[in-house]
């Protein structure tokens, strides 16, 4: 009786030991799970403060010099905003046709333009001559160069009258006058290299390029400034000539060309100074790459210019003749790849980005006769 009993007991001690370790091993596990939770919270705690402290201005709003500054990074991530702004909605893209067009335009140059009225009148270009459709997405991106100088007068009516047609028009572009410095001989079809170059400095989406005299303003706004499969030429009828093609060839005036285009004929010619020649030689161009020119309907192609004095510094280039005829020797070495060129000034204005050059002198001519 006594060793059955004697089993029994030590079963029952061997069973409460068990339980014993058991609770004690429960006891140990949340112990150290409690404690593990506090560690955490204190660290996020002590993490949180100094942050604040070394970043003071992390929280607050930043007010940056540069319009499209960014915030600099403490080199923390990122709290997720408990309110996310709204996304920029996905615009359709533009229409083919665009709607708002009125057609024939009354185009006049006796009332008095000052650029303040010019500015009014757009209220929706931002600085440097920047638009881009509010309700569409347009296909091409349109840099408008024009090779200038002192002629403020002729600006002031090409912008009163082609902004309101641009934009009508459901462009995306940007106006670009660039300013030959000084008053050498002027040359027109290097500056226009400039203004390709330049343009794509500033913005490398640029793939449809207008380049455009400051004295010719279309009197229709179906004539679409854009680019297609051939090079463009706007300014087929001119009030000069009767509102016809002076010849066949002819490619002056306002003309368009995609970028891809315009490095495939190696740009325009940097050796015309003066008046005259490098129309003929981008025809020449053209035509030696195999592509071909497209017009608009001659109703629609119509412009008027702005009377002026010939520039005393534009005078005929007396080798123009010769040049034109040795476009196919000359291309190759003479274009957008060997223009050279100084910028002295960028500037910004409300209604176009002005830039002013040096681009060299003229050879010396031998005197005729």
């Known amino acids: 009786m006594s060793r059955l009993l004697g089993g029994t007991l030590e079963r029952v001690c061997k069973a409460v030991l068990l339980l014993c370790l058991l609770h004690f091993l429960v006891a140990v596990i949340l112990y150290f799970d409690v404690y593990a939770q506090h560690l955490a919270f204190f660290s996020r705690f002590s993490a949180r403060g100094p942050a604040r402290a070394l970043h003071p201005a992390a929280s607050s709003s930043t007010n940056f010099s540069r319009p499209n500054a960014t915030a600099p990074s403490s080199g923390l991530p990122e709290a997720p905003?408990?309110?996310?702004?709204p996304t920029a909605p996905v615009?359709?893209?533009?229409p083919e046709s665009p709607p708002g067009l009125v057609g024939r335009l009354l185009i006049e140059f006796t009332s008095p333009m000052p650029?303040?009225?010019?500015?009014r009148e757009n209220p929706g270009v931002l600085l440097g001559g920047r638009y881009a459709p509010p309700d569409c997405m347009p296909a091409q991106t349109v840099?408008?160069?024009?090779?200038?100088?002192?002629?403020?007068?002729?600006?002031?009516?090409?912008?009163?009258?082609?902004?309101?047609?641009?934009?009508?028009?459901?462009?995306?572009?940007?106006?670009?006058?660039?300013?030959?410095?000084?008053?050498?001989?002027?040359n027109r079809a290097k500056l226009l290299n400039v203004g390709f170059l330049e343009a794509l400095k500033e913005d490398a989406t640029y793939d449809c390029f207008i380049f455009s005299d400051v004295d010719l303003v279309p009197m229709d706004d179906r004539n679409l400034y854009r680019c297609g499969d051939q090079p463009r030429h706007f300014a087929i009828a001119m009030d000069k000539f009767g509102f016809r093609l002076p010849y066949a060839g002819y490619f002056g005036g306002v003309s368009g060309l995609s970028k891809a285009q315009f490095l495939r004929i190696n740009g325009f010619p940097n050796e015309y100074w003066g008046w005259g020649g490098e129309?003929?030689?981008?025809?020449?161009?053209?035509?030696?790459?195999?592509?071909?020119?497209?017009?608009?309907?001659?109703?629609?192609?119509r412009y008027r210019m702005i009377k002026h004095d010939r520039d005393k510094h534009n005078e005929p280039n007396p080798q123009r003749f010769t040049k034109i005829q040795n476009t196919k020797l000359t291309m190759k070495r003479d274009g957008i790849g060997s223009v050279r060129y100084q910028v002295l000034e960028v500037s910004r204005q409300p209604l176009f980005t002005n830039i002013t050059v040096d681009i060299g002198r003229p050879p010396s001519w031998p005197p005729r006769g």
């Open 81 to 85: 905003s408990a309110r996310p702004g």
């Open 91 to 94: 615009l359709p893209p533009c």
């Open 279 to 301: 129309d003929d030689d981008i025809f020449n161009r053209i035509s030696l790459t195999g592509m071909k020119i497209s017009r608009p309907d001659i109703r629609i192609g």
């Open 143 to 186: 840099a408008v160069i024009i090779p200038f100088r002192h002629r403020e007068h002729h600006l002031r009516y090409w912008l009163h009258y082609l902004h309101p047609i641009l934009r009508r028009q459901r462009l995306r572009y940007g106006v670009y006058v660039i300013n030959q410095h000084g008053e050498d001989t002027f």
């Open 115 to 119: 650029l303040e009225r010019v500015q």
